[in-house]
């Protein structure tokens, strides 16, 4: 799945998720929220605590409440356990249809063998046995969506939160059902929409004493902030600049979605006319600065940049994502001394987060200039191991190996990485 990173749409998110996980009592710092770079509108969990949530569901949502009401819903799987539940439900579908299909396929046979007119009866009942396990699956794959319903609108009470944004939600996809399976928006196809959910929430909504609750003012903010910067990052900058047009929006989001925009274009003496004019506005916005020094960095003035990486990091220290951005910008700066720094910096946003691609190709390019060789090859392969590409992972490992003394802690990372590689291959070939 393409899935993008963003620093403030990945704190955005946090902020209304993880009261939500701990309400659940789930460990917010097991779950992981991915974000995929999708226009269709879908969420759902994978691979244990794991809640993917597209683009083109945070910018077609309309409120704070309907991303809420969505996350609450997800929430409700992970803490139901329904992932793990699933693959047991779908082997009972599988099971209940086989034997449909065999007693089907016996049937026939008889027929044949005593000239019965039981055949054309098997033969029918063979032919519904994949019919008979998707509709057993689909049965308990509504019974799980109704249990996430139940758990989402009572995490929302518990959080003093209107159920009212679950329910326009749904609300929107409504009708989708009537559309053939190949025009439904993914959530549909993969959260059974039945008008029962609907009106379960409506009447939850109608009794529930939080219903008039609404999105506080820096919830709306954050969340028209989302949605502009994901427009301006994801459409053309011209479809952007007419969406957002300068002589007749001049709210925040939508100057944010033209610095975007004119930086894209690109048109950088726009742009951070632009972005200045939000920083002296908003001095303290971490995420100001980092555009800025994005701006700067991607048009050549790596130098120029650093500055204002190193403003946002100072705002918002412990941000992985904000200390791999200046990193990066210290790596191409020229400035002597830079190399080191810019290698500690990417510890730092290492040890914060291990599992960021970006981080470990900078480290191994940062590594490979300073002469570690061994160091470099460690990072190419946590990098490799990290994208996929479990060929690469081995062959550095083997470059690595070479380098460190056997049970060192680097021979020791090595020989990990070698093993992890080799899984992912046999994996990969199945």
Do not use: C
């Not at 559309?179 to 549909?188: G, P, T």
């Not at 004019?277 to 600065?289: K, M, N, Q, S, V």
């Not at 290492?350 to 590594?367: K, V």
């Amino acid at each position: 799945m393409p899935l993008i990173r963003d620093s403030e749409i990945e704190d955005t998110i946090r902020s209304w998720a993880d009261p939500l996980f701990t309400a659940s009592r789930l460990d917010p710092s097991a779950v992981r929220i991915l974000i995929v770079n999708d226009d269709t509108l879908n969420a759902f969990v994978a691979g244990g605590q794991n809640l993917f949530i597209n683009t083109g569901l945070l910018v077609a949502a309309d409120t704070p409440g309907q991303v809420i009401g969505v996350l609450a819903h997800e929430t409700g799987h992970i803490s139901g356990g329904h992932l793990a539940r699933t693959a047991d439900a779908m082997r009972d579908a599988q099971t209940t249809g086989l034997f449909a299909t065999l007693l089907g396929i016996g049937l026939v046979a008889v027929g044949a063998a005593t000239g019965a007119d039981t055949g054309a009866a098997g033969g029918a009942l063979a032919a519904s046995g994949q019919t008979t396990a998707m509709r057993t699956f689909l049965a308990y794959s509504r019974a799980q969506e109704r249990s996430a319903d139940q758990s989402a609108v009572t995490l929302l009470d518990r959080q003093h939160i209107s159920s009212r944004g679950m329910l326009d939600f749904l609300e929107k996809l409504g009708d989708q059902e009537l559309l053939a399976v190949s025009r439904q928006d993914a959530y549909v196809r993969s959260h059974p929409l039945t008008r029962d959910r609907i009106e379960f929430i409506a009447e939850h909504v109608q009794n529930s004493i939080w219903s008039n609750e609404t999105d506080s003012p820096a919830d709306v903010m954050r969340h028209e902030r989302m949605r502009s910067k994901l427009i301006a990052f994801i459409e053309r900058p011209r479809k952007v600049l007419r969406t957002f047009y300068p002589e007749t929006d001049t709210s925040l989001p939508a100057r944010y979605a033209r610095a975007i925009a004119y930086y894209r274009q690109p048109d950088l003496s726009r742009a951070l006319s632009e972005i200045n004019t939000l920083i002296a506005e908003l001095p303290r916005d971490p995420y100001f600065h980092e555009l800025k020094g994005q701006m700067l960095y991607e048009n050549g003035h790596a130098a120029d940049a650093v500055p204002a990486y190193t403003a946002a990091v100072a705002l918002r220290p412990e941000d992985p994502l904000l200390l791999t951005g200046l990193a990066q910008a210290q790596l191409e700066s020229g400035v002597e001394n830079a190399l080191g720094v810019a290698i500690e910096t990417l510890e730092t946003a290492r040890r914060i987060d291990s599992e960021n691609p970006a981080t470990w190709r900078l480290l191994s390019i940062g590594y490979h200039r300073q002469g570690d060789s061994g160091a470099a090859s460690l990072a190419a392969g946590e990098y490799s191991l990290l994208v996929g590409q479990a060929e690469d992972a081995r062959l550095h490992a083997g470059r690595a190996e070479r380098k460190y003394a056997e049970g060192s802690p680097g021979w020791l990372r090595a020989q990990d990485i070698h093993q992890e590689a080799v899984q992912l291959i046999t994996l990969q070939r199945r």
